[in-house]
Every structure is written in C-alpha cells, then in structure tokens.
C-alpha cells in the first residue's frame, strides 16, 4: 500500500505540474544569434537549452535564434554545438540583442553523462566507471558503424556472430546472446523478449539519429533493475526539437575474406532522417536506413567430437576426418553431431537375433545379411570363439559413428539485410513538461549463434514508447513485439534433412535405414578382412593364438577402408545441395515448425511501465537529493510450443516482475559527493532480490576525482533459462523451472553426469548421480576505485580497479537420463546454479592527450581476471573455464585487451579529419552451448581456443562545405588478418568503404 500511495502522490504532483504550467503567464522572450569566436561567421544547428526545463531551441542556417520560455527569472541558458566549448549564459529578463561567440575547442572532461545516477552529472565525477561515446567520436570512428566502434571503449567485448549481429560485453563470462548486459534506446530495453537478449544493432538504432552512446561496465541493478549484472549499454537519439532539418548517408564498399564463396562481394548502407519544429511546442522526426550485404562465413571444419570410441574420449587436435574418425563432428557441419552416441556396438543385441534367424528370413530383410552370419557361424566353428565374442570384437565394435552433415553454407543464405524505420512526435506542454509518442521498427535478415547457428529471415522487432517527461520525472510505457519471421535452426535442418532422404534406425526397414547399413557394410568387410588373414598366417604356419592376433591386426590396419566403404554405401542416395531434390525436402522441413521441422515460430511480447520522480523542487539538492522510481514487466511468451513449454492447458507462460528504487546524493563543498541507493524487486518465478549501492567521490584541485563504490547486481534467468524446451542436434535444452522438470519427469527417473558417463559409456556402476536443487537468480557484488582526472586541461586519465564476487552463477548441466522415456539416452543440457563464489577481479586504464591543431592521441587496456587455477592478473596464463573444483563456468573472456589511436577531428577551420585505430586482444578459451557435450567436459575444454588477434582501422575524411557534406574513405581490419571472435563464429575479415555525409545544417 506504501508504494501505491507514494505513486498516487507522485502522479498528483506530475498533474499539478501540467496544469499550472500550462496556464503560466509570465513569459521571457529571447532572440540573436550565434557565430564562431574566430570566422564570425553564423553557426546553424546549435542547441540552446534552458537549464532544469525541457525548454530549448536551435538556431538556423545563419545563426539566428528565437525562444520564448515561461522559465522563471534569472536563470541559465545553455549553449552547445559539437566541436565547440559549451557556454551557460545568466538571463535576467527578455533580450532581443543576444550576441553569443562560441570558440572552437577540443574539449576533455566536458562530457555530461546520465546513466552512472540518473541525473546529470560531469563524467569525470561519475560515481562507477563509464564510458562515452558523443557525436563527434560516432563521427570519427573508422569502423564501418558506430555499433562495430564500440569494441574501442575500454573494457568491452564483443562477439560477433555476423555482419549486422554483435553481442557487447564487459567484465568476464561473455556468451553469443549475452543476457548479463542491459540494451538500451531511449530508456526501452532493447532485448529480443523471446530471445532473451540483444539482436545487436540489426533492429536497433539509426546512426544518423543516434545522439550518444553510455556504457556502464560491471552491476547496474540498483537503478536499472533486473540483468544489469555486467553492465548497461545506453543509446539515446537525437531531439527533433535540437536536431532539425534533412539529413542522410550513403556508404557503399566491399567485404573481404578468404573463406568466403565469392571472396570479395560489396556492401551497401543507406540512411535518411528528416526532423521539424514548430514553434518550440510541436516536433517530429522520421529516420529510415537500410543495408544489405553478403554476410561473413563459418566454414570452420575442424573435427570437435573428441573421440574415436567412448574408450578413447580425448586427444589434442582437431584435424581428423571422416577417414579416420567415423564419429567426426565438424564445428561448421550440421546433421554429423550424434548426440544419442550411437556405436556399431548398439547393433550387437539386433545382429545376436540375427544368429537365429534362417536364411529366408535374413534374405527378406537384406541378402547380404546371409553371408555374414553364415559367415560369423563358419569363423566360430573354426576357432572355437563364440559367436557373441566374434560379434563384439570384429564385426561391431565399441566404435562411435555419426552421419554424414552438410556445411553451414550448404545450409542458409548469406544474403544479409537490415532495414530500420523509426518516427517520434514531440509536443510540449510548457517549459516544465514534454510528451513523446515514438515508434522504433526494423526488419532483418542474418544469422546468429546459440545453442545451434540459427538463420533469421524477415525477423522483426517493434517498440512503441508513451512517455511524459519533465527536468525532475518521468512516466514511460512501452511495448516490444518480436517476430520470428521464416527463421530456422541450421543443425536441426541437417538432421532433418538426412532423416527426409534415409531414417537413421527405422526398425521396419532396416536394410533401408543409415545406421543398420553402414554397421553391416562394416560388419561385412570386417569378417572378410579378418577371414583373409586368418587363413593366411595359419597356412603360413603360424600357431592358432599368433594367427589370431595377425588377423586382429590386419582388421585395425584395414579400420579406415571399411569405414570408408561403410559410409560410402550407407550415404548413397544421399541428398547434394544444389540439386532440386536437396532444395525441395530443405523448403519443406525449413516451413515446418519445430519439433517436426527446423522452423521456429516466436511471437512473444514484454510490456513496461515505469516511472521516477526527483524531489529536487521539493527538496533543495544542497541539502539532499532523492529520487525515487518503480517498473512492472510482463513477458508474453508465444513460440507455438517451439521454443517454450506449454501448459498442459495448452498457450504457453505469462512472466510478471517488478522493483522499485530510492537514491539519495549528498554534495559536500563540491569536494565530496555520497551517493545510496537501494532497489527491490520480484519475479513471480523467483524469491525477492535486494540491490543496495554507495558510492563516494573526492574532488581534489577541481579536475581530480577519486572514486570508490559498493556495487550489487543480478540476473533473473532469462525467458529461455526459464521454459525453455527445445531438442537440437546437440543436445535436448530445457529451462530450470519446476514446471519443466516436471513435464520431463526428472525427479522420476535417475540422472547421471554425463562426464562420467563419457568415461565409462558401459558401466553404469561408475555414472556419478545428479542431484536437482533450486534454481536461482544469479548476484554479483563488486568493489571499486578509481582515479578520472584532467592534467593541464590536455591529458585525461582514467584508472580503475574492481574486485567481484559472482553468487548462484547460471551455469549448463549436462547429464542423462537413459531409462528415462522422454529423454532416452540424449544428453540434456539444463541450466543450474554453482553453489559457491566465483571470484573475478580485472582493472583498467584509459587515457586521451590533446596535440596542437586538433591533433590527439588516445588509447587504453583492460585486464578481466577469473581467479582459478592458478590464474593472476599479472601472470601469463590464459583465463579458465574450469574451476578449481571441476565446474564448467563460461568466462569466455580474453585477460587482456589494448586499444590506441592516433586522430584528428574535423572542425571549423579544419576541413580534413583522419582516425588509426589499432586493437589487439589476447587468445582465450571458449565454453557454450554449440559445443557439443564432450567438448565441454573439464578436460577437453581446455582445447577449445579462441585465438589471439590484432586489427587496424583507419579513416580520412574532408568537408564538402558547399553541399554541405563530409566524405569518409576507410575501413576496418585493413591488413585483412581474418579473425574469429567465438567458438562457431565466421571469420571476420576485411571493409573499406566510402561514405557522403550530409547534413542540411552542417557548419
């Protein structure tokens, strides 16, 4: 009840706010003109804002301006232009001479940033670390767009799946679809609600709407609420009432790399946005941008089974194949993953019925079959083995054997395109009080990594916001649909594809399926071999034991050729991609919805409300700043049952959540400012989760800030942790939640690791029993100081260092359950809590030098330390996977990364600008769910590398001031050095490209 009064007395004040304000009279007229300090010529499209309202205007092509606010006298006027030295001008009264100079100027340490407190506040006196990206850096980056820059900042990660789909992380435990880091546009979380995290930027902003960007490494919860563990990536947009008039790009270049089909194909990027004012009252922007490309390729083929029988379940490489490796398992071939472990051994029980049978009965089923076992009866008799032990040791051994797949470009379209509309309509009610009704929409088509390499046709993510906002509150509603479109998991689509053409085991027709006929191919060839050979050291007069044991030999030396023969006869008939019978089965199975076929059908919903209030006008901030703010979330989950578990009813789950949060800041003497804060919130699937945080800044000499906090987080396991229920190639996935237990039977039937069942397949005596707990929210709590300082108005820098504490981490457990009807001997990967700290620790430092004629050079380097095995910050070993006590965990983090740049911006007596950006990240190793179960097993997941690497990206740019345009020629990776960034990933290579710029109030 508390909390519904405090949100009545809120809203009163809101309307108390309108209504007043509304109807306020007195009014203070304002008009002039602004120019450069040093051409004196007129600056168009600078922002003149009135501080503490949302009042504020622009001038025009020449520099004039006009405002009218019901602002009370005196009060500030803020003047800011990119490129420029922002001025706060004191108004007494109406003006209508005003003559503003704005110099020219580089500024460092000016930045203001939201995020770090929700209010503003200088960026060098953030209270957490955080990093900025601002108009002018958006500008310059030599990446070919703003999202590809973020991988500059200081501390970030990311992983990149294709051209348009990239995943932002920062301070360890990164994955493909990064649930730990909260995406942001214009205050509305930017996941995909039934993918659980960001689609990257493929349905996101627009760059030429796109204002700034804030990132927030490490635990955000206290404010932002659930899943703000690692960090918080802001992206705001630009204000139709600030940002006006027609502007629009166009970049065309070309993508290079040498594992791609057409090594060298172009690329195309297009963007338009056009935004109107009237009157300082009523404004609208529309944005449009559109790229289309060929995309990046995964054509890794590297053999990832580890293991040539369930005997020999381990060995150092990749580079084996189906010659000599029947169960060979291709990190970029689907449909060769044999995830239920079929062996030629499983046949022995079928070939032992086949010893009783007559010869009519063997010849109905397949004619071969007559041969063999008279063959088996006739070597029997005349060893004296018994026919179970010729079975088992010659014709069927204990071998691991998977079918044939299909590349991965076989498989989907690399056709990728990315279409973004967006439209917003302001209106202000008076200087006070602003409303937004704004629409974001896009369209994609790309491909991306998960627990398979999943192909997104036509996917389309929608969100519309309603907000009201004012200097001291906001109210935000907003709505995010996900549509899945024609999208479909590529491993799934191989299984089905080689079912659709030959069963693996259709017990009705064994002589037609694959398995029975690469087992009796080899059986065949093995007793044949082992005959020959047989014979011959007996007649060559060897005794019955050495002939034996020659024979065995000959049958190991002759493995591959049977193997080879086995396969070849088993796969004939098989499907060839390209042909019409390939592309008709394909069309089939990809419009069939799981679990039948490949397609997967998404149609969930979230809707948010929240809002937060700032008593600073009841309240002076000289003596305390509060603000306070509360959300409610619902995700509707809709995927058709192909994604998420149905009830038993039938629809699928509805999750409810929300929090709410208090802050108070205390300034002291501007030298040292105390901040707390404290947030709740509830998930109906999971207890209560408190977030508290206290921070403290000492400011020494005024441009010297010591910083130093007590962070909290956590991480409600996303929608798919939840309910998950979805059988893929590699492995049955299932969500944590009783409910999905429940419709597996898993508290019926024992569970085993499948560790130890790899290590002894045969002997159930030696599988180690898996017992269910609770599953729970994942915490983080996190230590940090820091130094962010101006020297001598040139050098900024920024150090830090942060100690943390990850609690209940969300981890894979894969076990069987092999009596277990539902499951049968599949391995299922469910996800599950550790029960004990994992403690990680990294440090970072940044720094940027300002050179006479706007010249400047910048850099920084980032350490992220999972502190076991032996692991130190400083020390050269790589981060591991594996803790200390055996438990996979998904770090997935190189130790180490470096970046630096030389630039030089464009500005107003400069009409040429250049970047040379250099990164370089160390080699790290990788555990996730496209892996398949033995790859990541404690000790083979030590083999999965991802390797080191370093890039350069340059740019040069010059104003075209008489089209009122800037010419861009640059690209990324220009040495070309193809580099992946994660298990299963394509190989990056290179882009160049040359971009026009225009803006129709460019200075």
């Known amino acids: 009840m508390r909390r519904i009064s405090t949100c009545g007395r809120a809203m009163q004040t809101v309307f108390l706010l309108l209504f007043f304000g509304t109807y306020a009279l007195a009014q203070t007229q304002l008009s002039g003109k602004v120019t450069d300090a040093a051409s004196k010529e007129g600056l168009a499209g600078v922002s003149l804002s009135v501080v503490g309202t949302v009042a504020g205007t622009i001038t025009d092509s020449k520099g004039a301006f006009t405002l009218s606010t019901s602002a009370v006298t005196p009060f500030r006027l803020r003047i800011s232009s990119v490129g420029y030295a922002t001025q706060i001008v004191e108004i007494s009264g109406s003006r209508t001479d005003l003559s503003i100079e704005l110099k020219e100027q580089a500024v460092l340490g000016e930045e203001v940033v939201v995020s770090a407190s929700r209010v503003e506040e200088n960026v060098l006196k953030s209270p957490v670390s955080i990093e900025k990206m601002d108009l002018r850096a958006i500008q310059s980056t030599p990446a070919a767009s703003f999202y590809d820059a973020l991988r500059n900042l200081k501390g970030v990660d990311v992983s990149t799946q294709s051209l348009t789909f990239n995943s932002v992380n920062t301070r360890g435990f990164a994955g493909n679809g990064n649930t730990r880091v909260v995406q942001m546009v214009d205050g509305m979380d930017n996941q995909a609600p039934g993918l659980s995290f960001p689609v990257g930027n493929i349905v996101g902003i627009s760059e030429l709407d796109l204002e700034s960007v804030e990132l927030l490494p490490g635990a955000a919860s206290a404010l932002y609420g659930p899943n703000a563990l690692n960090g918080l990536l802001l992206m705001n947009s630009k204000s139709p009432f600030l940002y006006q008039g027609l502007s629009a790009y166009v970049k065309g270049g070309v993508m290079n790399a040498s594992n791609r089909s057409t090594q060298t194909t172009p690329f195309y990027d297009f963007s338009v946005r056009y935004a109107k004012a009237f009157n300082n009252k009523l404004a609208f922007k529309l944005n449009a941008s559109f790229l289309t490309a060929k995309d990046w390729q995964a054509t890794d083929t590297r053999d990832q089974s580890f293991g040539l029988t369930p005997d020999n379940a381990r060995y150092p490489g990749f580079d084996r194949t189906f010659a000599n490796n029947p169960n060979y398992n291709g990190v970029n071939v689907y449909g060769d993953e044999n995830s239920s472990n079929v062996s030629l051994a499983n046949f022995r029980s079928t070939f032992g019925q086949f010893m009783q049978m007559s010869d009519a009965q063997l010849g109905a089923i397949s004619p071969d079959l007559v041969k063999i076992v008279n063959g088996v009866k006739q070597l029997s008799a005349a060893t004296g083995q018994p026919a179970t032990n010729i079975i088992n040791t010659i014709l069927l051994p204990n071998q691991l054997v998977s079918r044939t797949g299909y590349a991965e470009r076989d498989l989907v379209s690399y056709d990728t395109k990315s279409l973004k509309l967006s439209g917003a309509l302001h209106y202000r009610f008076n200087d006070k009080v602003e409303a937004i009704l704004q629409a974001n929409w896009g369209m994609g088509t790309t491909v991306y990594t998960s627990s398979d390499r999943y192909y997104i046709k036509d996917f389309s993510l929608g969100q519309y916001k309603l907000e009201l906002k004012g200097s001291n509150f906001f109210l935000r509603g907003y709505t995010t649909q996900e549509r899945s479109g024609d999208a479909y998991a590529a491993g799934i689509l191989a299984s089905l594809v080689n079912e659709a053409w030959k069963p693996s085991l259709n017990t009705a027709n064994l002589a037609g ?153 205390k300034n002291i003497m501007d030298v040292l400012k105390l901040t707390g804060s404290v947030r709740y919130d509830k998930n109906e699937n999971f207890k209560g989760q408190w977030s508290p945080r206290i921070s403290g800044v000492l400011t020494v000499a005024k441009s010297h800030n010591i910083r130093a906090s007590y962070q909290t987080g956590f991480r409600i396991p996303s929608t798919q942790n939840q309910y998950i229920a979805l059988a893929t190639p590699v492995s049955i996935l299932i969500g944590g939640l009783q409910a999905v237990r429940d419709k597996f039977n898993l508290g019926q039937y024992p569970l085993y690791s499948y560790e130890s069942f790899l290590a002894n397949p045969s002997d159930p005596t030696k599988w180690a029993a898996v017992q269910l707990t609770e599953f729970k929210p994942e915490r983080v709590l996190t230590f940090e100081v820091g130094y962010k300082g101006l020297i001598a108005e040139k050098l900024m820098l920024d150090v830090s260092y942060y100690n943390s504490k990850m609690r209940n981490y969300i981890g894979g457990m894969v076990f069987i359950s092999p009596t277990n009807p539902t499951t049968g001997t599949r391995a299922v990967s469910m996800p599950s809590n550790y029960d004990k700290d994992i403690n990680y620790e990294g440090f970072g430092i940044g720094l940027e030098y300002l050179l006479p004629k706007g010249y400047s050079i910048s850099g920084n380097m980032s350490n992220n330390t999972l502190k076991a095995g032996g692991v130190t910050m400083f020390n050269s070993d790589k981060n591991r996977n594996v803790l200390d006590d055996g438990f996979q965990v998904g770090f997935n983090t190189p130790k180490n990364r470096y970046n630096a740049s030389i630039a030089k911006r464009i500005s107003g007596s400069s009409m040429w600008g250049f970047n040379v950006t250099y990164r370089y990240q160390d080699s790290f190793y990788w555990n996730d769910l496209i892996m398949p179960p033995q790859a990541r097993t404690s000790i083979n997941n030590q083999q999965i590398l991802i390797p080191s690497f370093g890039t350069l990206d340059a740019q040069v740019s010059v104003k075209a001031r008489s089209i009122k345009s800037i010419v861009k020629v640059g690209g990324s990776n220009i040495l070309n050095k193809a580099y992946t960034t994660a298990w299963g990933n394509p190989q990056i290579g290179a882009m160049y490209y040359v971009s026009l710029n225009f803006d129709q109030l460019l200075n």
Not at 594 to 605: S, Y
């Open 513 to 665: 399926s694959w398995y029975p006929q690469y087992a009796f191919t080899y059986g065949g060839g093995a007793l044949q071999v082992f005959s020959t050979a047989l014979q011959g050291a007996l007649a060559a007069g060897q005794s019955p034991t050495a002939a034996y044991t020659t024979a065995m030999n000959a049958l190991s030396q002759a493995s591959g050729t049977l193997n080879g023969l086995a396969r070849t006869t088993a796969d004939k008939g098989m499907l060839m991609p390209g042909t019409p019978e390939f592309e008709a089965a394909a069309a089939k199975i990809k419009d069939t919805a799981i679990p039948n076929g490949a397609k997967f059908l998404d149609k969930t919903n979230l809707y948010h409300f929240e809002g937060m209030y700032n008593f600073n006008q009841l309240l002076s901030p000289k003596i305390l700043e509060v603000l306070v703010g509360a959300n409610y979330r619902m995700y509707d989950l809709n995927s058709g049952g192909t994604l998420f578990l149905q009830k038993s009813g039938g629809g699928e789950y509805n999750i409810k959540e929300y929090g709410g949060y208090v802050q108070a800041t």
